[in-house]
């Protein structure tokens, strides 16, 4: 049917399943656009106004993964939008998260994780993936542990790693031109 919106999707490449940055590529994806409060949706959709929605996540599968943004938003405001986003992206620091902003993120994945296992089939597909991908019967303590020593250094390093303006790609999906 028809559409109204422009549906914008942008990825970096990123590491694979079980690389060291892992844990810190999912708590930076967090803190960039995981939940309402995540700087990319607190500045485009509360401040700026120029989406609709926002938001990021990191994809890590086994030989490689990405780092996610998707928006929807008008078509009116899309070159606004591109333009400032990789503006934010290009300027962004780890020193720009809080010690709050990173423990929350780290407690939203938490979670998740165990949100994740509140019913039988759930706890069988997520024991199941840790054991299926190879972390073991001690994936998910590990991944804990991983992810509560995340620190800004690691996050720099991680920003350092995957923002790469020549990794970058995106595609639009804009609306039909009404005639």
């Known amino acids: 049917g028809e559409w109204n919106k422009v549906y914008l999707s942008v990825a970096f490449p990123t590491a694979g399943m079980r690389a060291p940055e892992e844990a810190a590529l999912e708590i930076f994806a967090q803190l960039l656009g995981g939940d309402e409060t995540s700087r990319l949706y607190r500045t485009f959709k509360y401040e700026k106004r120029l989406v609709d929605s926002i938001s990021a996540s990191s994809m890590t599968l086994e030989r490689g993964g990405m780092l996610y943004i998707g928006a929807t938003l008008d078509a009116a405001n899309l070159a606004t939008f591109w333009k400032e986003l990789l503006a934010n992206l ?29 019913t039988i089939p ?18 998910e303590a590990n991944y804990l542990r991983a992810s509560a020593q995340v620190d800004k250094a690691e996050l720099a390093g991680v920003i350092a790693e995957v923002l790469r303006p020549g990794d970058l790609r995106a595609v639009a999906l804009l609306p039909p031109v009404l005639g």
């Open 90 to 118: 290009a300027a962004l620091r780890a020193e720009d998260f809080t010690a709050q902003e990173i423990a929350r993120a780290k407690l939203n994945l938490e979670d998740s994780l165990f949100r994740a296992k509140e």
């Open 122 to 139: 759930g706890l069988a597909a997520k024991f199941g993936s840790f054991l299926f991908f190879g972390y073991g019967l001690e994936g």
